[in-house]
């Protein structure tokens, strides 16, 4: 039996506005995906806090033994500056700023991102395309919608038509707006557009000739609109029904919305079961802006080199400090609380060390199986982290009771505590042991010790030439093994 059998989630999903019970389309199998950064300058911490939430997520359907495919996309044709249908490709613009490449400027935050997000101890999605790779497919949905006569042309450009969709399927159904409101809300076209109602939305662009990213398509050389991609790529990956869809919360209107009614009109069914948003990172109890100042790069936090805070931290404390906020709650980003975080984690990291140490009794003093339900009890509501660590707490000042003597545990409750206090902080969190030497020479120091093993092994079994071959290359990297009575020590030079 799988833990999943055990554990039933609930979801909150902003399509029902409900909390629901997550039953997986297919058995055993969850399809996620995430909207992923937009490529053209150092990924924002906001963001790095959504991308955090649904590893958080991605993590514990895994612990749960569910085969999950999570597919997060990065973003690099095709968003065009003012998050609509005008303005200048945010990746083209910062091309022609640097004077280089488009690519360049993909590759340069491509890598800026997954630097980051490996400090943070992130797992790599199952796939990670991107929207270019898929221009394709792209071509090929365009063409569905234009059939379905869901969209139109004008002058190369194709774009949704948002009032004939609505007439059969509600345009608005998952951040709750309808389109009498967006109509009345929405300023008149300035008759530059070529769209027949300011609400349509562009599923292809005819390319400027001083526009550099484009391709060739049956309406003309362009590029996709900016929605369209992450259609083909869930599609294409997960299929025209999937389990979860998940991003900011930013990303509801109009971004999720299209999604919905792109999906809809090409296959003619619902994309999506459950949609989930991540809220919003402030900071100092501001929304945080460049131009404000109020504003911190993720990489600052490790190097400390930013005036809203004291001290460079850990990536695991920040990590440990965001999960500590519900990922649907806005999370306000201070020193102060960083530094709470930071004696937290500490205290946490103390007590799954004493783990390795403790004297066992006849009996416990604490009921260990409920204590681990209640962590899954709070997992399975809508992923409630901060509740997990409150009784992750529990068990620290349990396990400091045993210490102490004034508490006591048995062999088998403190191998099932171990085993639950690792799987909850290093597996379902993702945090990791700060306090343990981890340095590069006490690596370096395992791998010798394997080594000398095996020659101790290769020794017995007479095999010479084996054993001579490690020292000897060993010797070459520059490590001297030391044979004595006692056994076999090592020295580097
Ligand atoms: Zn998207």
Same mark, same amino acid.
């Given at each position: 039996?799988?833990?999943?059998?055990?554990?039933?989630?609930?979801?909150?999903?902003?399509?029902?506005?409900?909390?629901?019970?997550?039953?997986?389309?297919?058995?055993?199998?969850?399809?996620?995906?995430?909207?992923?950064?937009?490529?053209?300058?150092?990924?924002?911490?906001?963001?790095?806090?959504?991308?955090?939430?649904?590893?958080?997520?991605?993590?514990?359907?895994?612990?749960?033994?569910?085969?999950?495919?999570?597919?997060?996309?990065?973003?690099?044709?095709?968003?065009?500056?003012?998050?609509?249908?005008?303005?200048?490709?945010?990746?083209?613009?910062?091309?022609?700023?640097?004077?280089?490449?488009?690519?360049?400027?993909?590759?340069?935050?491509?890598?800026?991102?997954?630097?980051?997000?490996?400090?943070?101890?992130?797992?790599?999605?199952?796939?990670?395309?991107?929207?270019?790779?898929?221009?394709?497919?792209?071509?090929?949905?365009?063409?569905?919608?234009?059939?379905?006569?869901?969209?139109?042309?004008?002058?190369?450009?194709?774009?949704?038509?948002?009032?004939?969709?609505?007439?059969?399927?509600?345009?608005?159904?998952?951040?709750?707006?309808?389109?009498?409101?967006?109509?009345?809300?929405?300023?008149?076209?300035?008759?530059?557009?070529?769209?027949?109602?300011?609400?349509?939305?562009?599923?292809?662009?005819?390319?400027?000739?001083?526009?550099?990213?484009?391709?060739?398509?049956?309406?003309?050389?362009?590029?996709?609109?900016?929605?369209?991609?992450?259609?083909?790529?869930?599609?294409?990956?997960?299929?025209?029904?999937?389990?979860?869809?998940?991003?900011?919360?930013?990303?509801?209107?109009?971004?999720?919305?299209?999604?919905?009614?792109?999906?809809?009109?090409?296959?003619?069914?619902?994309?999506?079961?459950?949609?989930?948003?991540?809220?919003?990172?402030?900071?100092?109890?501001?929304?945080?802006?460049?131009?404000?100042?109020?504003?911190?790069?993720?990489?600052?936090?490790?190097?400390?080199?930013?005036?809203?805070?004291?001290?460079?931290?850990?990536?695991?404390?920040?990590?440990? =400090?965001? #999960?500590?906020?519900?990922? !649907?709650?806005? +999370?306000?980003?201070?020193?102060?609380? &960083?530094?709470? @975080?930071?004696? *937290?984690?500490?205290?946490?990291?103390?007590?799954?060390?004493?783990?390795?140490?403790?004297?066992?009794?006849?009996?416990?003093?604490?009921?260990?199986?409920?204590?681990?339900?209640?962590?899954?009890?709070?997992?399975?509501?809508?992923?409630?982290?901060?509740?997990?660590?409150?009784?992750?707490?529990?068990?620290?000042?349990?396990?400091?009771?045993?210490?102490?003597?004034?508490?006591?545990?048995?062999?088998?409750?403190?191998?099932?505590?171990?085993?639950?206090?690792?799987?909850?902080?290093?597996?379902?969190?993702?945090?990791?042991?700060?306090?343990?030497?981890?340095?590069?020479?006490?690596?370096?120091?395992?791998?010798?010790?394997?080594?000398?093993?095996?020659?101790?092994?290769?020794?017995?079994?007479?095999? =010479?030439? #084996?054993?001579?071959?490690? !020292?000897?290359? +060993?010797?070459?990297?520059?490590?001297? &093994?030391?044979? @004595?009575?006692? *056994?076999?020590?090592?020295?580097?030079?």
């Amino acid at each position: 039996m799988q833990l999943f059998d055990q554990q039933q989630i609930k979801v909150y999903n902003t399509l029902s506005g409900e909390k629901e019970i997550f039953k997986p389309i297919n058995d055993g199998h969850v399809g996620m995906y995430v909207c992923g950064p937009t490529v053209y300058s150092n990924v924002h911490l906001g963001n790095v806090r959504t991308f955090m939430s649904f590893d958080m997520i991605f993590r514990y359907f895994k612990h749960l033994g569910y085969k999950v495919r999570y597919v997060r996309n990065i973003t690099d044709a095709g968003h065009l500056e003012n998050d609509a249908d005008v303005g200048e490709d945010r990746i083209a613009k910062k091309a022609r700023l640097e004077e280089i490449e488009p690519m360049e400027v993909v590759q340069r935050y491509t890598v800026d991102f997954h630097n980051i997000l490996n400090k943070f101890n992130f797992l790599p999605p199952s796939i990670e395309p991107t929207a270019t790779g898929h221009i394709i497919e792209q071509i090929e949905i365009i063409r569905k919608i234009i059939d379905n006569d869901l969209a139109y042309v004008v002058n190369g450009s194709v774009y949704f038509d948002v009032l004939k969709y609505n007439e059969t399927k509600p345009y608005g159904i998952l951040s709750k707006r309808n389109v009498e409101d967006l109509i009345h809300n929405t300023r008149t076209l300035d008759g530059q557009s070529d769209k027949k109602n300011p609400q349509d939305f562009a599923l292809w662009k005819k390319a400027e000739p001083q526009h550099i990213m484009r391709w060739p398509s049956p309406w003309s050389d362009g590029f996709p609109g900016w929605h369209l991609e992450c259609t083909a790529m869930s599609t294409k990956y997960l299929g025209e029904h999937f389990d979860i869809h998940g991003g900011g919360m930013d990303l509801k209107f109009p971004h999720h919305e299209c999604e919905i009614a792109q999906a809809e009109a090409t296959n003619n069914v619902a994309p999506v079961n459950y949609w989930m948003h991540a809220n919003m990172l402030i900071m100092n109890g501001k929304k945080m802006a460049k131009s404000t100042g109020n504003y911190i790069l993720p990489n600052e936090i490790f190097t400390g080199d930013n005036p809203h805070i004291t001290k460079a931290y850990s990536p695991s404390v920040a990590r440990f =400090f965001m #999960l500590q906020a519900h990922y !649907r709650s806005v +999370l306000d980003f201070t020193n102060d609380g &960083l530094l709470a @975080s930071e004696k *937290g984690f500490f205290r946490l990291m103390d007590a799954i060390n004493l783990l390795d140490v403790l004297k066992t009794s006849e009996k416990s003093s604490f009921n260990i199986s409920e204590w681990k339900q209640k962590c899954y009890d709070a997992m399975n509501d809508d992923f409630n982290t901060p509740i997990v660590i409150a009784n992750l707490f529990e068990a620290v000042k349990y396990i400091n009771q045993i210490k102490d003597g004034s508490a006591s545990i048995t062999h088998s409750d403190l191998a099932e505590l171990k085993d639950s206090m690792h799987a909850f902080v290093f597996d379902i969190l993702g945090l990791e042991n700060a306090t343990k030497s981890n340095t590069d020479s006490d690596k370096l120091s395992g791998a010798v010790e394997i080594l000398i093993q095996l020659r101790q092994e290769a020794r017995a079994n007479k095999d =010479f030439a #084996l054993s001579d071959k490690i !020292r000897d290359e +060993l010797a070459e990297a520059g490590i001297q &093994l030391n044979d @004595s009575r006692d *056994g076999t020590t090592f020295s580097t030079n």
